[in-house]
C-alpha cells in the first residue's frame, strides 16, 4: 500500500493562469474523490468518480473546472483561468467500497498572486 | 441530507489530561462516521471509523469514540494526550443516501493544543 499521491504539493501561480494537479490513487481503489479545503475550515466535496466515470460534481465546481480520471486509474484536476477565490488545498481521497473509509493524499496548495 | 457539527473549535488541554472533542451528526440513513486527524501541511489521516456495528469503537494513537443514537452524536476521547496529539481534529459523515457515492461531508474542524 503505497497510499494517494498527488503531484505538486505546492503550486503558485498568477491569476487568469491554467493549472493542473494530478492524483495517483491506492491501486486497487476503484472510488476516487477530490475535495476543497480553505483555510480553517473542513473538506468541501468537489467530484466523484467509479472507475473512469465521473458521477457527481458539486456546485462548487464551477465551469472553470474539469476533472478526467482516464482508464480509471490517476485522475487529473484542472481549473482554467484561476481566481483568488481558488486560492486552497486540493486534497484527493481514494477507497474501496463505499462504507470503507476514504484515504487521503497530503493535498496540492494552490496559490494565486 | 446528512451534516456534522463540531462543538468547540479550539480545545486546550494540558498533557496528561482527558481529550474530549464533541461531535454530532445528521443523517436520513444509518451513519457511517469517521474521525481524522490533519497536522499542518499534509493530507487526513483515518483516527476511527463507525459503519454499524460496535457503539464503542477503537482507534490509532490510543483514541475511541461511541456512537449514541439516541443523541445523534459521535464525541472522540483520549484518557490521556500526549504533546504530539496537537492537531486538527475532523469529524465526518459518509453521504450513502440520496446520491450513493459515498462522500464525506465534514465538520468545521477542532484544534486541539496541549500544553506541557
Known amino acids: 500500500d503505497t497510499g494517494v499521491s498527488q503531484d505538486p504539493r505546492h503550486k503558485i501561480t498568477k491569476r487568469g493562469q491554467n493549472v493542473t494537479f494530478r492524483c495517483d490513487p491506492i491501486?486497487?481503489?476503484?472510488?476516487l474523490y477530490w475535495y476543497r479545503q480553505t483555510l480553517g475550515q473542513g473538506p468541501e466535496f468537489l467530484t466523484y468518480?467509479?472507475?473512469?466515470?465521473?458521477?457527481?460534481k458539486s456546485r462548487l465546481l464551477s465551469d472553470r473546472f474539469s476533472a478526467e480520471r482516464p482508464k480509471g486509474s490517476f485522475s487529473t484536476l484542472e481549473i482554467q483561468r484561476t481566481e483568488q477565490g481558488d486560492s486552497a488545498m486540493y486534497l484527493c481521497?481514494?477507497?474501496?467500497?463505499?462504507?470503507?473509509?476514504?484515504?487521503f493524499g497530503d493535498g496540492t496548495r494552490l496559490s494565486i498572486l | 441530507a446528512q451534516s456534522v457539527t463540531q462543538l468547540g473549535s479550539h480545545v486546550s488541554v494540558s498533557e496528561g489530561a482527558l481529550v474530549l472533542l464533541r461531535c454530532n451528526y445528521s443523517?436520513?440513513?444509518?451513519?457511517?462516521l469517521f474521525w481524522y486527524v490533519q497536522y499542518p501541511n499534509q493530507g487526513l489521516q483515518l483516527l476511527l471509523k463507525?459503519?454499524?456495528?460496535?457503539?464503542l469503537v477503537k482507534g490509532i494513537n490510543g483514541f475511541e469514540a461511541e456512537f449514541k443514537k439516541s443523541e445523534t452524536s459521535f464525541h472522540l476521547t483520549k484518557p490521556s494526550a500526549h504533546m504530539s496529539d496537537a492537531a486538527e481534529y475532523f469529524c465526518?459523515?459518509?453521504?450513502?443516501?440520496?446520491?450513493?457515492?459515498?462522500?464525506?461531508?465534514f465538520g468545521q474542524g477542532t484544534t486541539l493544543q496541549v500544553k506541557p
Open positions: 481521497a481514494s477507497s474501496l467500497m463505499i462504507y470503507q473509509p476514504q484515504h
Open positions: 491501486s486497487e481503489h476503484n472510488r
Open positions: 465526518a459523515v459518509s453521504d450513502h443516501g440520496s446520491s450513493n457515492t459515498g462522500k464525506l461531508i
Open positions: 463507525y459503519t454499524s456495528a460496535a457503539t
Open positions: 468518480f467509479q472507475n473512469e466515470a465521473q458521477l457527481e
Open positions: 443523517s436520513s440513513v444509518p451513519p457511517y
